[in-house]
């Protein structure tokens, strides 16, 4: 053989070398020995990547055979041999790499066995535990799967869809403590996604739509300083748990079946009635909210399922006041089936009342729950129907921005249709700019810290696809020089929206009512 023959095959195998030095590094090589191992009983459709894959090893081995057979033949020449031993050496050393797993285990992933054609892909940790169960429909990952830590505890189960993950998912850690609720469609964050630090209080929240952000909140943040001395209240800080009741979704079967069981056979009143309870409150936050928390309605109402609700609440998440919930029971996803709400009243460390919520979804396996909140001196408002469905139903809660100043105060309307989380939609108020924001705008401060107005809201009864949805009329007032108060001006602004997916634009008129809304509003619900 030639010299340059020899450097030919000592620069390929070089070549090889450093590219398979480079897959071992991101964590590939053990793939491919996997891929490699199980390549002779896999559908032979799936054999195209995977033969593609392990096309280095294969070249790798043919170089060692090579490496030897050239050494034997110019050793018997009578010719150097360093070169051709030094290539057998560095083909040997790409197959040990790869089927040796000390040398790849610690910076790879443990090795992935090929996707199946049909049926449920497992796979395994280290120590013989099931880590994964994942079902795969023509070779791509579609309905619910399940993940569990090497401790056996559950991590996560969630929904694929044709190979993308879609609709909500909660992650624990695993110590148990939930980690992440969040929301996709078609394999893009849509909906909700909340974060829980350790202790269960909330960290941070993010609201998307079709993988656009639309809004975040970042929770437990100092107080900020406005100008030099003056600070604003540290709001959304210091409060309760909320994750620690996530654990109902891991928690035994009798006792899911025992609160499944408890929420189907509550009786619901029509009526409704207050459950929440200020007791024990000092007298001076009972004479400022007594009042708007008899206005937190629950509609189950019997002694005996409140208490019974009660008890496994608080049994499963003690630190849940049961004078302080609040419970009500309708189909919010329109399945035909009722959903149930549990309500939470709280106070933080400045003396603030927050109220938030949780969605229970028992219809499936595990039982599906959600958070949403908190609300700043929040309150459900309402539940009633929005948008063009006529069985459809979102949950409004009211809410306000602060308790230093003078509030706004602003109504969520949030769908559980759209995402098993539950989204909340986006209204523009900026006159066709496009500058969507959380809430319906509800009551207004006025005083410059708003436009000075009286809003009324209404819902029209006959609603279509184009809208509008919701109604408003904002009374402009003015200034009274004699009394030094607002009064009227007899100026009109009127505002229809109308939603595409979770956002709300309107047309928006000054005077008087335009003619083609004049039913609607006329025969609409005052929300």
């Known amino acids: 053989m030639t010299k340059d023959k020899q450097n030919t095959l000592l620069i390929l ?47 790798a081995a043919f170089g060692v055979l090579y490496g030897i057979a050239l050494a034997f033949l110019n050793n018997r020449k009578g010719e150097p041999i360093q070169k051709s031993i030094l290539s057998t050496l560095l083909c040997t050393g790409v197959l040990l790499a790869s089927f040796y797993p000390p040398f790849w285990q610690p910076i790879a992933s443990v090795p992935q066995p090929i996707v199946p054609r049909n049926g449920i892909k497992k796979d395994y940790w280290p120590n013989g535990q099931l880590k994964s169960e994942e079902p795969v ?11 569990f830590w090497a401790n056996g505890k559950p991590y996560s189960a969630f ?87 996530f654990g109902i979704i891991n928690a ?57 609700l009660r008890s496994l609440f608080t049994k499963a998440a003690p630190f849940l006041d049961p004078k302080k919930l609040a419970f009500y029971k309708d189909d919010l996803d329109s399945d035909g089936m009722p959903d149930l709400l549990l309500g939470l009243v709280s106070r933080d460390k400045q003396g603030d009342p927050y109220f938030g919520f949780y969605y229970i979804n028992f219809k499936q396996d595990p039982i599906q729950m959600h958070f949403k909140g908190p609300y700043l001196v929040g309150r459900w408002h309402a539940v009633g129907r929005f948008g063009s469905d006529p069985q459809g139903k979102v949950v409004f809660v009211r809410y ?23 989204m909340p939609f ?36 006959t609603q279509t696809k184009d809208g509008p949805w919701l109604l408003q009329r904002f009374a402009l007032l003015g200034e009274d020089e004699k009394a030094g108060d607002l009064k009227p001006t007899g100026e009109f602004e009127w505002w229809a929206f109308s939603c595409d997916g979770m956002k709300c634009g309107a047309k928006m008129a000054l005077g008087e009512l335009p003619a083609e809304f004049a039913e609607m509003w006329t025969n609409g619900k005052i929300l």
Request: hydrophobic share 35%.
């Open 13 to 59: 195998s070089f070549l090889l070398v450093v590219w398979y030095g480079y897959t071992v590094t991101i964590g590939q090589a053990g793939q491919l020995s996997a891929r490699f191992q199980d390549l002779f009983s896999t559908d032979p459709l799936d054999i195209l990547p995977s033969a593609v894959m392990v096309l280095p090893l294969l070249l």
């Open 137 to 147: 429909v023509n070779g791509r990952f579609h309905g619910t799967a399940r993940y």
């Open 159 to 245: 929904r694929w869809k044709n190979g993308n993950y879609d609709g909500s998912r909660t992650l624990f850690r695993d110590d148990g403590s939930v980690e992440q609720q969040a929301s996709a469609k078609d394999g893009a964050r849509h909906g909700v996604d909340q974060w829980f630090n350790p202790d269960g209080t909330l960290q941070l929240l993010e609201i998307y739509d079709n993988g656009v952000l639309l809004f975040s909140r970042q929770f437990g943040q100092p107080a900020r300083e406005i100008v030099p001395g003056v600070y604003m209240k540290a709001y959304f800080s210091d409060l309760p748990p909320y994750g620690k009741l």
């Open 252 to 308: 035994p079967i009798p006792f899911q079946k025992e609160l499944a069981d408890a929420a189907r056979t509550a009786s619901v009143s029509a009526e409704g009635c207050s459950t929440v309870s200020l007791e024990g409150e000092e007298a001076n936050f009972k004479q400022f909210y007594g009042d708007f928390y008899k206005d937190l309605r629950s509609n189950i109402c019997q002694e005996g399922d409140l208490s019974t």
């Open 400 to 422: 306000q921005s602060c308790t230093e100043c003078e509030p706004g105060v602003y109504l969520d309307a949030v769908d559980f249709r759209t995402t098993e989380m539950g």
């Open 426 to 461: 986006f209204f523009d108020y900026s006159g066709g700019k496009g500058r969507f924001k959380l809430g319906i705008e509800y009551e207004l401060p006025g005083r410059g810290h708003s436009i000075d107005a009286e809003v009324e809201t209404r819902i029209p009864r």
